[in-house]
């Protein structure tokens, strides 16, 4: 009995011990938490502090005195080890911590002080302690001759720098208050009070914008009561050439949408108000009313209008020689717009009056207003280059004519925007640009009877661009320069080029070396010109471009390679088929490098979606120039073909829905340019095996018919396929067209290119049908 005794008493106590331990063990566990989430919560501070480490730790040790019993020694243990572990990491972390905050404080301070609270010293400053922070020590430990040191050297290990981490601890942490939890806080309100400076010299800026610039269109409502009040307000701004948008282009803009919603009721409305201040004496009245003018020419019929163009362009005219460059820029562009609106209301004499050429002898009044203006100040000049561009468009459709509009004049305009790209002022403006594009858009639409003065001007335009490699470039600025003035150069000489459709050898020759020396420049622009340039060279002397292609090659191939600037290798993609039309067989040493490129870009995610319609497309171009040696590389384009024809886009997204046509069109044109050079070497049934692919394409493209997702210019591609099937595999074609479902979507498909209203689409329809019913 005494034994049972003593083993209950046993069991009692190691009960009692064991719960004591859970007891003891919960409660530390509980403690421990705290702690633990507190020492952790020192990772994440925008400021560190070693103070704050040492009395979270102090605090933590204040928490565990709770902590009693078996498992205290545990805890408490844990916590010995938990500081050390943090405070050596701590101590790692602490002086970059603080040397990435200092860097982000001195950078802040700079952005503040250059362009929010404007302080030249305060800016200064922040540069002198940036640079104590980052190069005095490594300065310092370098003038020791000790690189080692230099490469680790920190501000924080100088006396000065132990003194001023002291004097951050004893500001970050102290008994009044934490820094780091009132330092949010403290950047919102430093914020909301740089915002606030901000909108106020925004708002500053904005009365003085329109203190200058809201010029009549203030005080017209004001009536003459007003003016005295305008004129001293504004007294000196009358050479005021600040084209920031204002409140005057704000109500012309809002003008010119109105006239293009309401069309002729608005000339009732605006017409009185020019005719009231068109012959103002105050010049800012007479730009309002011009500016009102051409504001309306988008939109009215010329019907309602044209009582009163005439009226209205002799003032324009007139204006151009107008005492205020304002008023004559906005002349300038008033008369672009009526060249681009309303252009068959212009009379013979009016035409007379503005490009009229000055003869020796005459005083400079007597020339034309549009051929003084490209002598003007750079805003009047840039928008009379706009005005000679836009009368230059309007001759697109007789351009192959052998005479129209331009001829006569044609001298005389090449002259005086060739003079105006010359000036020293045109890169002011945009000028030397707007010069150089109204130059080309009169080039390509002059009439036969011009080409011999635009091969004048071949010679004249790569002497220009052979001087640009001499330019002498000392800066970033000089450089982009040159780029510029290369890439319209080049622009200009394709279009040139173009125009005369040939070229003799020694130009041909000339060029080329030119061409090749403006690839070394690393400018997309100049690159993208530079290429569409060597195009037209090539389409030039045709089978004679074979003695470039070595030295060419591996620009070509740099540009096609370039999927990271899109526009380059699509200018690329269009060359590559420039040089397939005009050597044919004789690119063949190049077809396998160039096919490589063109695949990798098709499977390229990175390159833009729409380079890859001209890419399938330029499949057919080689096929077509190598004719049955395209064998060869059947397989794998026919297979890449195939995959993009099951490509499937959202129907309901109009965007995706043209770039699916885009594709579906790039892929028929391949397979009718492989089709057809295929048959010119007799090697037509190797497209058998290749047949159900194109076959499933043309189904896909049937069906669509009839819900606007094939454009015209797909049906007449795809039925295009279809007439070549039937030429190029013969037997094999007709049979599988006379079975279902074939049989159905091909009538579908034939029947809706004949009943097109576009002439051309009607004819390859027509086309098709007979092919494959015989």
């Known amino acids: ?432 640009v707007s010069a150089y594009e109204a130059l080309n858009t009169t080039l390509t639409n002059a009439a036969e009877d011009t080409k011999a003065h635009i091969a004048q001007l071949l010679p004249v335009i790569a002497g220009r661009l052979e001087q640009s490699f001499a330019m002498q470039i000392v800066s970033n600025d000089d450089r982009e320069a040159q780029n510029e003035l290369q890439g319209l150069l080049c622009g200009t000489l394709q279009v040139v080029t173009q125009k005369l459709g040939q070229l003799d050898r020694e130009m041909a020759d000339r060029l080329m070396q030119l061409f090749l020396q403006v690839f070394g420049s690393k400018n997309s622009t100049v690159q993208e010109e530079a290429l569409m340039a060597v195009g037209a060279v090539a389409n030039a002397v045709e089978s004679e471009f074979e003695k470039y292609m070595p030295h060419f090659r591996p620009f070509l191939c740099l540009g096609l390679n370039n999927y990271e600037e899109h526009q380059v290798c699509a200018v690329a993609v269009g060359v590559v088929g420039d040089i397939c039309r005009a050597l044919e067989v004789k690119v063949l040493p190049y077809c396998e490098e160039i096919l490589q490129l063109l695949l990798r870009n098709l499977q390229n995610p990175a390159l833009n979606r729409n380079v890859k319609p001209p890419i399938l497309s330029c499949f057919g171009d080689i096929a077509l120039a190598v004719g049955g040696n395209f064998e060869a590389y059947l397989q794998v384009t026919m297979s890449m073909l195939e995959q993009a024809g099951m490509t499937a886009m959202d129907v309901s997204n109009p965007d995706l829905v043209d770039y699916l046509g885009q594709l579906r069109e790039g892929i028929f044109e391949a397979y009718t340019g492989v089709l057809q050079g295929l048959r010119a070497d007799n090697k037509g049934p190797k497209f058998t095996p290749y047949l159900q692919g194109a076959m499933r394409l043309l189904h896909q493209v049937a069906e669509s018919c009839g819900h606007d997702h094939v454009s015209d210019d797909l049906c007449r591609a795809a039925v295009g396929v279809v007439g070549d099937l039937a030429m190029t595999v013969g037997p094999e074609f007709t049979r599988i067209a006379k079975q279902e479902p074939h049989k159905s979507y091909l009538k579908v498909l034939l029947k809706e290119a004949r009943q097109s209203p576009n002439e051309m689409t009607q004819q390859v329809g027509s086309w098709a049908t007979r092919t494959v019913s015989q």
Request: charged share 25%; aromatic share 6%; net charge negative.
């Open 1 to 432: 009995g005494g034994r049972l005794a003593a083993a209950d008493v046993a069991a009692v106590r190691k009960a009692a011990g064991d719960a004591n331990f859970r007891a003891s063990h919960a409660q530390c566990r509980l403690l421990w938490s705290r702690c633990a989430a507190s020492l952790a919560a020192l990772r994440a501070v925008l400021l560190p502090s070693r103070r704050r480490f040492h009395a979270r730790v102090e605090r933590c040790n204040d928490t565990l005195s709770g902590c009693v019993g078996p498992a205290a020694a545990e805890y408490h243990e844990r916590l010995a080890l938990e500081a050390g572990k943090g405070e050596e990491e701590f101590n790692a972390r602490f002086h970059g911590q603080l040397s990435h905050a200092l860097f982000l404080l001195c950078v802040g301070g700079i952005l503040t002080f250059r362009y929010v609270a404007v302080s030249a010293l305060a800016e200064v400053g922040c540069w002198l302690l940036l640079a104590s922070v980052e190069l005095l020590p490594r300065l310092a430990a370098l003038a020791q001759f000790s690189p080692v040191a230099a490469a680790t050297a920190s501000v924080w290990e100088t006396a000065a720098g132990k003194a001023a981490v002291e004097w951050y601890e004893a500001v970050v942490f102290n008994p009044v208050a934490d820094l780091d939890n009132l330092l949010l806080p403290l950047a919102a309100s430093l914020l909301a009070v740089c915002t606030a400076r901000y909108c106020r010299r925004c708002a500053r800026a904005t009365r003085r914008w329109r203190g200058r610039s809201a010029g009549s269109y203030r005080h017209v409502g004001g009536g003459d009561d007003d003016d005295e009040e305008e004129e001293e307000d504004d007294e000196d701004d009358d050479d005021d050439d600040d084209d920031t948008w204002n409140v005057a282009m704000a109500a012309a803009t809002c003008l010119a949408r109105v006239a293009q919603v309401v069309e002729d009721e608005v000339v009732q409305y605006v017409t009185p108000f020019i005719e009231r201040h068109i012959t103002a004496t105050d010049w800012r009245r007479r730009e309002a009313a011009t500016l009102a003018f051409g504001s309306i020419l988008e939109g009215p019929s010329p019907k309602a209008l044209q009582p009163y163009m005439a009226d209205a362009l002799n003032l324009m005219i007139r204006l151009m020689r107008d005492a205020s460059v304002q008023v004559k820029d906005t002349a300038a562009w008033t008369i672009g717009r009526v060249c681009e609106h309303h252009i068959l209301a212009i009379t013979a004499e009016q035409w007379q009056q503005m490009t009229r050429a000055l003869q020796p002898g005459e005083p400079p009044e007597a020339e034309g207003v549009l051929l003084a203006g490209l002598k003007d100040e750079p805003r009047v000049a840039a928008n009379v280059c706009s005005a000679l561009h836009n009368l230059a468009e309007h001759c697109e459709e007789t351009r192959n004519n052998p005479t129209n509009v331009l001829s006569n004049l044609f001298v005389d305009l090449a002259r005086a925007l060739l003079a105006c790209t010359e000036r020293p002022d045109a890169g002011e403006r945009n000028l030397r």
